[in-house]
């Protein structure tokens, strides 16, 4: 089975159907995404895509990147580039193997294919009897497509899994952001296409491009034999191999067992003449240590130590949300660290500059760049257990670069003014709740969590007329009716989470003398008074409002509530 050319990847057309086609499937404008059967595979999919895309058919510049997004690459270019690097996707056979060790593996003991998916549950969990969510032999056997993409997933996400079995180049679980089109009716090559960047951001030191060819170990390092990593001094830097070696990075050490019988895979359904259900691994598979950065993966890079090596953004605890939007998005190496994305920071400085300037693409174009989506997606890693998996999508409010400190400066101080109203809310919430609050354990994040999604849509309307702030004026401060406006957007949302949540129980559970005064002490923080008010009277000071009473409609509201 060759990925570049078998009928393995599932596409959802315009009219809605699933179907199985080629990779040079992605050239249709009719396929408008990917269709695979879980959520990580998805996300790992479009970043072999990316890379292969990357690797094949690199831009020269943002002139010939924008003409490929408009119409796609030239007839025949696609097929020709891919060709070429066939012999480095063969999955199985006698030769070189997709993603998989050059040695056979022979000393190494089979074990379930199972292991290939980041959340199956592992040896301990099934001695312990600890599998109670994910349970042991729900996958047994995976046809060969949905083996490739699983052993894909498991090379770019590899979580710590023992002594010796290592962790992917960007370190266990990273988050990953790509840029997409508003439009649903955007086709995949589009989709893709937003991801990838000219070729001279590969070039090292201003030295010439290598061309990627298929044998080149240093490029796919399953073309050669395995860097073992038990000795010192065994560790992969960036300057070791190639550019691009970041999108095909072989940590883990595997090799698919195929059956020769008919096998119905247990994550897609589908009926297929050979299956796997073991795969041999082996521990001290290559070990990436240095300054790498992947072009997909936000980075936080310490100011106080440029020495130590960029730290990958991972999930967390509370999940994906606009918390989190300015480090994906906005670079602040001089106070948190934030690097966002290469794909991220490309689009910005380089696609829409080069837009901007230019003004001659046409509206088809204009479009697919005038109002971009951010995905960021990725594991929630508690080591090698998987905590959850989180993809969220978000609007990519786009300033130019002389404006983006002053942007990011007012980004930070909206965000830090929502976490601590939401901190506040959930305080007095407890304090409604329970007779001794400080006392009370459990996980109220779901809190936090709810507070974010009903201030969601407000926050990006702030951001959309901040934006246009910038374009209008040359201001330094934040304007006053926008920060005002934020203010009482977030004013109004705790006060209406306070009051669910205070009077969800039965009226006879209630007690109504601890939720009334939880709830003055929550509007008496709100207008600035009491323990802890610092922040939100320094968020009014600074943008030049009071914040005093609501405006008479909320104070009617919240008379009514």
């Keep these: 089975m060759n990925l570049l050319t078998d009928n393995w990847l599932p596409f959802r057309k315009r009219d809605g159907n699933i179907v199985y086609g080629p990779l040079a499937s992605i050239e249709d404008p009719d396929i408008l995404d990917l269709a695979l059967p879980r959520a990580d595979f998805q996300g790992a999919a479009y970043q072999w895509l990316i890379g292969l895309l990357q690797t094949a058919i690199p831009p020269d510049g943002y002139a010939q990147w924008m003409a ?77 497509d949905c083996a490739a993409i699983a052993l894909f997933t498991m090379q770019i996400n590899a979580p710590s899994g023992g002594v010796g079995y290592r962790v992917g180049l960007r370190g266990g679980g990273p988050l990953t952001t790509l840029i997409l089109p508003e439009s649903e009716n955007a086709s995949l090559w589009q989709r893709l296409w937003l991801n990838v960047l000219p070729v001279a951001h590969f070039r090292k030191d201003g030295e010439s491009y290598p061309s990627p060819v298929a044998d080149d170990a240093a490029l796919f390092a399953w073309m050669g034999p395995t860097r073992e990593s038990k000795e010192k001094g065994s560790a992969i830097l960036p300057d070791d191999v190639h550019s691009l070696h970041a999108y095909w990075a072989m940590p883990r050490r595997f090799r698919l067992l195929f ?9 897609c359904g589908r009926e297929s003449a050979t299956g796997v259900r073991e795969v041999l691994a082996k521990n001290y598979g290559a070990n990436y240590e240095g300054p790498w950065l992947h072009p997909l993966t936000p980075y936080r890079i310490d100011a106080k130590k440029p020495e130590e090596p960029p730290l990958s953004s991972k999930g967390q605890p509370g999940g994906l949300g606009y918390p989190q939007w300015s480090p994906l998005v906005l670079p602040d190496p001089d106070d948190s660290g934030a690097r966002p994305a290469d794909v991220v920071d490309d689009f910005i400085h380089g696609k829409c500059a080069a837009n901007w300037s230019a003004r001659e693409w046409g509206d088809d174009l204009e479009l697919l760049l005038k109002h971009p989506r951010l995905w960021a997606f990725g594991y929630d890693m508690d080591n090698m257990k998987p905590r959850c998996w989180y993809s969220v999508e978000m609007p990519l409010i786009v300033v130019p670069s002389e404006a983006q400190e002053r942007f990011r400066a007012w980004v930070q101080s909206c965000t830090a003014l929502a976490r601590q109203v939401a901190w506040v809310t959930r305080t007095q919430i407890k304090a ?105 009277n320094e968020f009014a000071r600074n943008n030049d409002f009071e914040l005093g009473k609501a405006p008479a409609a909320a104070r009617n509201q919240e008379e009514k509530a």
């Design 432 to 536: 409604a709740w329970f007779k001794r609050p400080k006392d009370a354990r459990g996980d109220l994040s779901t809190l936090d969590l709810a507070f974010y999604e009903a201030t969601e849509r407000d926050f990006f309307a702030v951001l959309s007329r901040l934006r246009q702030s910038l374009q209008e004026d040359d201001i330094g401060k934040m304007p006053p009716a926008i920060a005002e406006k934020w203010y009482r957007d977030l004013r109004s949302a705790a006060l209406r989470q306070f009051e669910a949540q205070a009077l969800s129980a039965p009226a006879g559970q209630l007690n109504l003398q601890r939720i009334v005064a939880a709830r003055g002490q929550l509007l008496a923080w709100l207008a600035g008074r009491g323990k802890g008010a610092k922040l939100i």
């Design 259 to 267: 059956t020769d019988t008919a096998c119905q895979c247990d994550l």
């Design 68 to 144: 490929r997004l408009e119409r796609g690459p030239d007839a025949g270019e696609l097929a020709t580039a891919l060709f070429a690097l066939g012999p480095a996707f063969e999955l199985d056979g006698d030769g070189p193997r997709f993603m998989q060790d050059l040695d056979p593996l022979d000393d190494a003991k089979p074990a379930p294919v199972a292991g290939l998916l980041i959340d199956a549950p592992g040896a301990n969990g099934i001695k312990n009897n600890t599998d109670l969510f994910i349970k042991r032999g729900f996958t047994e056997a995976l046809c060969p």
